[in-house]
C-alpha cells in the first residue's frame, strides 16, 4: 500500500493550508485513516483520523481548527488546517490502517511563521 502526502508548504501564522493523501487502496475500507504531526526529536502525535464510518477524533489541543475528510472516489483523505500557529510547524504523515496493519506515507513539511 503507498501513501503520498502533498500540500505542506511555508505559511503565515493565521493562515491555511489543505493537506492531501493519495492511497493506491481503498480509503473506505481501511479501518481508519489518520494524519500524524511529528517535529524533531518528538514522537508523531495523532492530529485527526477518520474510521471507516466515518466517525471522526482530533488532538485535543486543535480546538477545532483543523478538519479531516475523505474523497472515497478518488482514494484521498485531507486534513483541512486553519489558523494556523508555529507550533504546527512540523512533519505531517498520513496513515492507514486496513486489518491492523498500518501504512505510513513520506510526510509533507509544513512551516508556519510568526
Known amino acids: 500500500v503507498q501513501l503520498q502526502a502533498s500540500g505542506g508548504g511555508l505559511v503565515q501564522a493565521g493562515g491555511s493550508l489543505r493537506l492531501s493523501c493519495a492511497v493506491s487502496?481503498?480509503?473506505?475500507?481501511?479501518?481508519?485513516m489518520g494524519w500524524y504531526h511529528q517535529t524533531p526529536g518528538k514522537q508523531r502525535e495523532l492530529v485527526a483520523r477518520?474510521?471507516?464510518?466515518?466517525?471522526?477524533n482530533y488532538a485535543d489541543s486543535l480546538k477545532g481548527r483543523f478538519t479531516i475528510s475523505r474523497d472515497d472516489a478518488k482514494n484521498t483523505i485531507h486534513l483541512q488546517m486553519t489558523n494556523l500557529k508555529p507550533n504546527d510547524t512540523g512533519i505531517y504523515f498520513c496513515?492507514?490502517?486496513?486489518?491492523?496493519?498500518?501504512?505510513w506515507g513520506q510526510g509533507t513539511l509544513v512551516t508556519v511563521s510568526s
Open positions: 496513515k492507514g490502517v486496513w486489518q491492523t496493519l498500518p501504512y
Open positions: 487502496r481503498s480509503v473506505d475500507s481501511s479501518d481508519y
Open positions: 477518520i474510521t471507516k464510518t466515518g466517525t471522526t
